[in-house]
């Protein structure tokens, strides 16, 4: 009895070892401003305290403006609004060499889960997102092994069914062409039995992030057909427009292109990918 209970508390050790969330936080922006309010500050200096004991593999920083204004200023506006959280990381012994990502958006267009004030739904986009990811730490013995295996061989609909705010899932049986968004049939079958399970998981709010190749001398950043440099969002899109075609609430999704910023490493194949990270869980959807 004893030997099955420490057996049972070492596999739930694992789980929560190598099954380590994102970590989000958002900043809030007053309108056609890029200073951090000081209420604002205040929150993600809590935020970042919150780190010094995490391993942290990467950070992104991703800038939004309202609905309003010339797409040219809200691109502007959102960078200056990334920058400014960069500022306040680097200024708190938050190392740059871990801030992968910090880009202006843009604008988000009014969709707002359970809300119907226009000036509330603008307020909630004029916003930083933060994205944490923590570093999975190794594993040290046979039964960390077994369970991080256990893991990695769960299938991207089991994913799906168990994800969890912060969850990030990786479309690998979703392929790419070199400078492609194309994929071939085989991945159209994947990806349509993934649209099915996001229909099925009506609580779950999620972002689609495309990559592209990261390994020397390609061209996998620039769309054959379009000929821009683009192609990690032009994926991130094709998934989004797929999904929405499918049946997905377009209030559920947004979807941004990640460049050739996190590599994962092995068959190049592996990088020309699309995943989505889960936002938001609606607890009160059944």
Not at 240 to 269: C, E, I, Q, T, W
């Amino acid at each position: 009895m004893i030997k099955l209970l420490v057996s049972l508390l070492i596999t739930l050790q694992c789980i929560c070892a190598f099954s380590q969330q994102a970590l989000t936080h958002e900043v809030y922006f007053e309108t056609d401003k890029y200073d951090v309010p000081s209420t604002e500050e205040n929150r993600l200096l809590l935020f970042i305290s919150t780190l010094n004991d995490i391993q942290i593999e990467s950070i992104s920083i991703f800038g939004f403006c309202d609905d309003r204004g010339a797409d040219n200023y809200n691109l502007i506006l959102s960078q200056q609004r990334a920058d400014a959280i960069k500022s306040i990381f680097s200024n708190n012994k938050i190392s740059e060499s871990l801030i992968t990502n910090v880009d202006g958006k843009g604008k988000i267009l009014l969709r707002i889960v359970k809300e119907e004030d226009i000036l509330k739904i603008r307020g909630l986009n004029r916003k930083v997102e933060i994205i944490v990811e923590p570093k999975l730490p190794e594993p040290e013995t046979i039964e960390e092994v077994k369970i991080l295996n256990e893991e990695k061989e769960k299938t991207i609909i089991e994913k799906i069914k168990e994800g969890k705010k912060g969850d990030k899932i990786v479309f690998s049986t979703i392929h790419f062409k070199t400078g492609e968004v194309t994929i071939n049939a085989e991945s159209q079958r994947n990806l349509e039995e993934i649209a099915d399970a996001l229909v099925a998981r009506k609580d779950i709010y999620f972002t689609i992030q495309g990559h592209v190749c990261c390994t020397q001398n390609t061209r996998d950043a620039v769309d054959i057909k379009t000929k821009k440099r683009n192609l990690s969002e032009a994926r991130a899109e094709f998934v989004y427009n797929y999904f929405a075609k499918k049946g997905v609430s377009k209030k559920r999704m947004r979807h941004l292109g990640m460049r050739r910023k996190f590599p994962l490493g092995g068959d190049p194949k592996f990088d020309r990918r699309v995943e989505i990270v889960i936002t938001y869980v609606d607890d009160q959807v059944k």
